[in-house]
Structures are given as structure tokens and as C-alpha cells.
């Protein structure tokens, strides 16, 4: 092979080769996890500012649930995210479930889901009395979904099982103004 053979052939190889290589590896390697946060948290029941009677009987959780993909380059098409609240210490009382159908997210993309479930089987008593004497409750969230990147040629699918601790006060609300985001448990 002659100089100039060699010259188009190492042109070929970095312009062609090395990128249809690297390319998919810098994406299998890149975290196609999107980012997830609660931004509020209330339950109208704990608010201890209220007269109780009034509210004891309302069983509703209001929530703001927020999911961020943070690549600039691919989109996200989600299945279903199956949120579950669960309640107590050991967060072992599943009190309520929320679905979101499955879904595109752009790229930079946020979405936000501000609704309310209702509870079933949560001790409110307990709950009422802890939050009237200064303690806290525990409430705790799970978010699970399966995740797709697509490209043109080859796409990549992973579960993604989120959760996070939300602690409440007699304000009803959760305890921390900041957005609580949920951590990877295992995927
Ligand atoms: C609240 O409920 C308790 C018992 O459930 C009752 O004794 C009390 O009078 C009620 N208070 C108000 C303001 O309705
Ligand atoms: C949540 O969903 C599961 C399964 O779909 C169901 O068994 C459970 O009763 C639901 N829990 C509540 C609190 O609605
Ligand atoms: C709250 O009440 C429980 C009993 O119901 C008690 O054990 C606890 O010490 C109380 N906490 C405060 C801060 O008063
Ligand atoms: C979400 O919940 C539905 C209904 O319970 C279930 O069929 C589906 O497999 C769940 N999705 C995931 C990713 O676990």
C-alpha cells in the first residue's frame, strides 16, 4: 500500500469506523437514567393547623411528582409508571397507587404531574396523633417504570425503580422545602 493509500485509509478508519464503535459504547455508558423528584407533598389530614374533625376523614394525599430527562441528544419513551405510596417506619403499609400511561419524553425534557390519590388502609388515627404531639410520619415513595432509549438502529431498555423517604409534619406538608428526589434502588 502507497502513502496516500495508507493516508485514505486511516481518513476512512477514524471517519467511518471509529465513530459507528465508539459512538454506541459512549451511549451504553452514558446513564439513560432520567432524574425524578417529589416537589410537594401533602396530606390534608396531618395538617394540624385545621380544626381535626374536619379533616380526618379526608384520606387525600396531594402530590407533585416531577420527571427530568437530562440528555440532550435522545429522547425517552416510557411504559407505565406505576407510582406506590407506602406507609410507616418500615414503609410496609402500601396506602395508594397512581399510574401514569406510558409516554415520549423529549430531550431537556420535564414533565410534571401535580394530582391527588386517594388513600386506602392508612392508619390516619396514628398518623393524626403522632404529628399533633411534634413527631414525624413516614410516608415512602416507589417509582417504577421501564425506560427506552430508541435510536435509528438499535435502542436500549432498562426497569427503572426509584424510591424516596417523605417525611411529614403537623403541617401536612413534607418536612424539607426542597424537592425530595428519588434514588436508584436497583435496576
Ligand atoms: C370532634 O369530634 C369529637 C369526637 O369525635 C367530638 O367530641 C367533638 O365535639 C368534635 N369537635 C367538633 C368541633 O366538632
Ligand atoms: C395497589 O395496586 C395493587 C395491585 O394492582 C392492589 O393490590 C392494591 O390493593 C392497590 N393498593 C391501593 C392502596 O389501592
Ligand atoms: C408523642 O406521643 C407518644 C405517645 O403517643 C409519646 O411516646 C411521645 O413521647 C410523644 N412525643 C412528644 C414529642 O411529645
Ligand atoms: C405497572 O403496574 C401494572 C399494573 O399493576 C403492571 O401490569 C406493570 O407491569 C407495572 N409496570 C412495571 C414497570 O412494573
Redesign the pocket.
Known sequence: MDESGKIACLICCICFILPTILIPIGLCLQSIKPRCYINDFYAPALNTHIPSNATSSNTFIFFDLQLRNMMEENSLRYGDLNL?LFYGPDGNI????YTVPGFKQGKKNTNDWRDVVE???LPWNDAIKAVSNGSKVVFRADLVADVKLKQMFWSKKKKMVLKATVEVDGSGEKVHGKPIRLKSFAS
Request: charged residues 0%.
Open positions: 406506590t402500601p396506602v395508594a397507587n388513600t386506602h388502609g
